[in-house]
Each structure stands twice: as structure tokens, then as C-alpha cells.
């Protein structure tokens, strides 16, 4: 009796030792979506359109430079005159609206696209002028269920704007690198931000790993609950994988993405 409960108290402290480390996930590259024409040097975002089932990439940096439409299968349907438009940063698809938006450069706003009966996008909408923003690079995802945008601000934390109005929320403590049980209460961002791409955050929707954010160093993508702001998954890239510091990531129909600067392509990791 006596070995049965040592036998099951030191199973309830594996168990509660397995469920304090972050779950593990090794991606595997399963699309890629090239960019073929010249005209900027990094990618800005890849956001899907369930409804026309189409990928739309966007290089950051010139209203001139390249935007490109893909069908499911990564199948380019749009022509070499296509271009953002708009100088963009985020990119999202607002199930409500049934439309494609973004928020821009530094004060470009943030707007949607008009497109024509194929799908690419010929203008664009302000929705929100200024910089609604944390900082100029700063590229926003979407939440749909609250309505809210997400940015990651210069300390390493997710600021929270509000969709209707574009203002300013709230700021959520992300703390970088570490599960619940590993905070001491002492540990800043600033001495972990080096290896963190700073200007992204993605919205995955998983619950309980909703947001996530490219460490760069050890080539993993890091998810993290949006309501205590710890880490709950890590996903390792497999090697050789396309990793920034500064844009190039982005998330979509479950797919993570990464620009690879040199072959001008998004792969999609899944």
C-alpha cells in the first residue's frame, strides 16, 4: 500500500512537471508561395481569403512594389501589374466585412482593398488614418472574435487597438520565453528582445496559444496564451528555414509563414 502511494505521488509530479513545459511541435515546409517580379527586399505578410480561397502576399516598403494572388495550391492567378497599393505591414482577411485589410508604414493608417470580380485588388479604402501603431515597422494581426488588433511593442509586449476606432486599449505582459511556473517575478524582456523579431506578432486563434512570435536565435516560433501571457508551444523550423529579425513572418489558414529574402519566396511551415 505503502509503495502504491509513493509509485502514485511521484506520478502526479511527472505529470504536473510535463504539463508546466510548453508543448513541443516539430514543423515541416508543406507550400511555397514565389515572388517573381524585382521591387523590395521584405516580405510583409500573406493573409488567405476563405471565401475565394486565394493567398495574398505583400512586400512591405512602396505602394509600387509587388502583391501577388495565389489559388489553394500556390498557383499565381494575378499578373505581373499587380501591386499593394498601399505601403503594408499587416495583413488580414475581416470575416464581417468579407474583405482584405491591413495597416501600413509609420502613419499610412490602416485600410482594406477593393477588388474586382477576380479577386485582385484594384484600390483601396482608408479606414483609419495615422499611426495607430506601436512604432513605424510595426505589423498588426486581427482578431475577429474581440475585435481587437495586435502589435507587439519595443519592450516585447502585445498592445491591444480597438478594430471600430483604432484606438489605443491596453498593453499584455508577454514574458518571453517563460511558462508560468519559470517566472520568478524578476525577469524583464529586455535581456531575451535580441532574439525575438520585433515588428510581428501573429493571432493563431488557438485557444490558449493564441499569439505568437518568431525567435529568431533558436529558430522556433513561440505561442503564447493571450489571457496570462506565457508561453504554452514551441515550434521548431526545420533547418535552414528563413529566419528575421525585423518582418518577413507572418500566419495564415494554419499555415506559418517565412520570406526567404534571397529566393524571393514565403514558405508556408506547417
Known amino acids: 500500500m505503502k509503495k502504491a502511494l509513493i509509485l502514485a505521488a511521484a506520478s502526479l509530479l511527472l505529470i504536473l512537471h510535463t504539463e508546466a513545459q510548453p508543448l513541443t511541435k516539430e514543423l515541416k515546409e508543406v507550400l ?34 509587388p502583391l501577388d494572388v495565389f489559388d489553394i495550391k500556390g498557383k499565381r492567378i494575378s499578373d505581373s501589374t499587380t501591386t499593394t497599393l498601399f505601403d503594408v505591414r499587416g495583413l488580414w482577411y475581416n470575416p464581417k466585412r468579407k474583405t482584405l485589410q491591413m495597416n501600413g508604414y ?12 477576380k479577386g485582385i485588388p484594384i484600390d483601396t479604402l482608408l479606414l483609419h488614418a495615422g499611426m495607430n501603431q506601436p512604432s513605424e515597422q510595426s505589423a498588426g494581426a486581427f482578431n475577429p472574435v474581440e475585435n481587437r488588433v495586435y502589435f507587439l511593442n519595443e519592450d516585447g509586449h502585445l498592445e491591444k487597438y480597438d478594430y471600430a476606432t483604432a484606438a489605443y486599449l491596453e498593453t499584455r505582459e508577454l514574458y518571453l520565453g517563460l511558462t508560468e511556473d519559470e ?13 525575438y523579431n520585433t515588428t510581428v506578432v501573429i493571432f493563431t486563434g488557438i485557444k490558449g496559444a493564441e499569439i505568437g512570435v518568431l525567435n529568431h536565435i533558436n529558430s522556433e516560433i513561440e505561442l503564447y496564451n493571450l489571457a496570462d501571457g506565457y508561453i504554452t508551444r514551441r515550434l521548431k523550423l526545420p533547418e535552414g528555414a528563413p529566419v528575421n529579425s525585423r518582418l518577413n513572418f507572418s500566419y495564415s489558414n494554419g499555415i506559418y509563414w517565412l520570406f526567404d529574402k534571397e529566393a524571393r519566396v514565403w514558405k508556408g511551415y506547417r
Open 106 to 117: 509609420n502613419d499610412f493608417g490602416w485600410a482594406e482593398y477593393k477588388l474586382n470580380t
Open 183 to 195: 517566472d520568478d517575478g524578476l525577469s524583464g524582456n529586455y535581456d531575451v528582445l535580441d532574439d
Open 32 to 65: 511555397q508561395l514565389p515572388v517573381t517580379r524585382e521591387g523590395g527586399a521584405n516580405g510583409g505578410a500573406v493573409a488567405w481569403h476563405p471565401v475565394l480561397k486565394r493567398y495574398y502576399t505583400a512586400i512591405a516598403g512602396n505602394v509600387n512594389f
